[in-house]
DNA sequence: AAAATAGTTAACCATTTGGTTAAAATGATT
DNA sequence: AATCATTTTAACCAAATGGTTAACTATTTT
């Protein structure tokens, strides 16, 4: 088992800036040579061509996204502590990466065919969630609806603002850089109060 | 006055379809030509430059977000209308274009700088909606909260699931487009249904 | 230490791309 | 009909881009 070398890291690392911040088509070799500080060459030696480079970061960048929120169901004793740690744990991930929403959501709409493939692949299956999700309301710890639609509502809640960023920044922050990102920071609790009234306490 | 020139139109209509499907830097002049059925050199002779057509591809697809949610304002008797109408009329929006909302979103994330004119110069305004939230909540008609918080949170429910409808469809509804479909076109009801709890009658 | 392998570089290449040009066709004005 | 402006076309161009090559260096293997 080989280890990924030092030049073969930089390189990803500097490929995942380049291609989060101008996209597949934006995104230039030069540019992602120029600041891995190596030849260009390498980059081809390496990861053969720039559709390859991409996908490795792509890839990546795809699987960040799931763990949190399956590992979420295993770990809460409740439906109210799923809720806080997916939550949570989405707030949290996105603050520290803020590329990732809109870099996934942009690539997967621009070629949806290279999620087929992530998907039986990698193992990644919503439907425990949904499953999870509709187990709670017949036990009558949340309320009752459209389970697939809960999910997506959370994670509408989760994601969007941080994948509009810049439009909600100038929009409805008049630009103002360090409201927006307190607003963001506190979604943590804001969303979770917000979901709240779904919750049925049986105590 | 001159009205755009029939040329012009088939320009702008092929110039939407590639720049939507491809983004800016995606798109090719060439396919543009292609789709518009005319010679390449009329795309410069109309609009100079591929940064020309694309703002105003751009502006055009950006001006339709807005109108539609101001204009409920006005037109809606109480919040509980207001609400109603700003999510229908989101609803249709995207079911009819359904390529809006991942265009604004990747494109302003892409450069961002290209807003601010937008906002200034097109008078568009979130703060008039931020203020009747808060008045609504102040006259008791709705649950006290950040009103931003709110309008971001209704927003959300709005466009994500349109934005990330190829994530969605893929790994929420199997691939089903047609499962996917309704489930979108429901959301008119189901995203008001979502935030009733919100609304306090008082009659 | 010699041989072989892996890593790195600069120069190069074919193709693509946005953009230009000069001439031809079309339409309006007199 | 002749002149003038507008619209359209085909051929062309320089720059940029992803990718290759062949030589050079460092590292490992024997």
Known sequence: MELKSDTEKT???AARKVFTEKGLDGA??????DRANINKAMLHYYFRSKDKLFESVFTAAFYEFWPEITKSINESANVEDFLKRAISSYVDLFMDKPYLPIFI???VNRSPD???FLIREGGVNPHLIVEYLKEQMDQGNLKSMNPKELL???ISLCIFPFAGKPLIERMIFQGDKDSCKSFLQQRKQ???EFLKPLIIANN
């Open 105 to 107: 959501l942009s690539e």
């Open 152 to 154: 997506v509502n959370v």
């Open 28 to 33: 230039r070799m030069q540019e992602i040579a």
């Open 114 to 116: 290279r999620l087929e």
């Open 190 to 192: 804001s969303i979770y």
């Open 11 to 13: 390189i990803l690392e």
